[in-house]
């Protein structure tokens, strides 16, 4: 079976894009070490994790340094911002949230371009809307995803063996987006967001596209009928 990474794999999108491609890839599930990324490496068959905080280099460097060959790499690890304005951000979240979301993705793919190239492989970088329009309060979050599309489209310009896919994805119903409607003081209502199976889903037939086609970017708006 072909190999496949997922950062971020112990919750949220990242457990549902794993149990889709349970069934076709054998799976490093990525996260920092906890009993959710445990549990569910023992539900999935062929699964193992992965688990590093991945803004530890020297822990990342050592964890890819076995894998010779990887056939999907699924950049879905993530954090939210506070939403405060530009006014009131202070520099430290700048720094993390451009880390975890941009330069710890830029240096995982780094060190995992030789198993990539090895196997003829995919990147996926799960982006959000907010890489494509920065709203009011969304400055470091959108500025992490506008540069992850930046490092997608330098990657794909240069590894034409590989195949690279942004998937940008409105909101969807996690505990990220939980945070963020009570950070706006509103009230969660799950409708109005999409899916997790519904972007999995997106993700995983972007993996199982045929070798002639390269989806290099895939747009998911909610439709608030959910
Ligand atoms: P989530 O439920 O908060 O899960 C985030 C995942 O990222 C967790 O598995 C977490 O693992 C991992 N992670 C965070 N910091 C990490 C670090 N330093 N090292 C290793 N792993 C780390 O988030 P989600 O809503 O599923 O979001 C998944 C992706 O979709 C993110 O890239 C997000 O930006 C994007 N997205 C989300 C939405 C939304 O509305 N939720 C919309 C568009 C795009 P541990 O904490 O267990 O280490």
Same mark, same amino acid.
């Given at each position: 079976?072909?190999?496949?990474? @997922? ?10 894009? +794993? ?7 054998? %799976? ?18 062929? +699964? ?28 879905? +690890?993530?954090?939210?911002s506070s939403l405060e304005g530009v006014a009131d951000t202070p520099v430290?979240e700048w720094?993390?949230v451009l880390?975890? #979301? ?7 793919? $780094?060190? %995992?371009?030789?198993?990539? $190239? ?16 920065a709203n009011p309060g969304w400055a470091p979050y959108a500025a992490s995803?506008?540069?992850? $599309? ?6 794909? +310009? ?13 909101? @969807? ?27 999995? #889903?997106?993700?995983?037939?972007? @993996? ?6 390269? !989806?290099?970017?895939?747009?998911? $708006? !909610?439709?608030?009928?959910?």
């Amino acid at each position: 079976m072909p190999t496949a990474l @997922i950062t971020g794999a112990s919750r949220g999108l990242g457990a549902e894009i +794993a149990r889709r491609l349970s069934p076709t890839h054998d %799976l490093l599930l990525g996260g920092r070490p906890s009993s959710e990324l445990d549990t569910l490496a023992t539900e999935l068959d062929g +699964a193992s994790t992965f688990p590093v905080d991945l803004t530890d280099y020297d822990e990342v460097e050592a964890a890819t340094e076995a894998i010779n060959a990887l056939d999907v790499l699924v950049h879905n +690890a993530g954090v939210g911002s506070s939403l405060e304005g530009v006014a009131d951000t202070p520099v430290e979240e700048w720094q993390h949230v451009l880390e975890v #979301n941009l330069v710890a993705a830029a240096e995982l793919t $780094r060190l %995992l371009l030789p198993a990539l $190239r090895e196997a003829g492989g995919h990147v996926v970088f799960v982006n959000s809307g907010a890489g494509r329009r920065a709203n009011p309060g969304w400055a470091p979050y959108a500025a992490s995803k506008f540069g992850l $599309r930046a490092l997608a489209d330098a990657l794909r +310009a240069e590894e034409p063996t590989l195949r690279v896919t942004s998937v940008f994805p409105g909101r @969807i119903d996690t505990e990220m987006q939980r945070d963020l409607v009570a950070i706006e003081g509103n009230e969660y209502d799950p409708s109005q967001f999409l899916k997790t199976s519904t972007v999995a #889903n997106a993700i995983v037939h972007a @993996i199982a596209t045929p070798a002639d086609a390269h !989806p290099e970017e895939i747009v998911l $708006r !909610p439709t608030g009928r959910g």
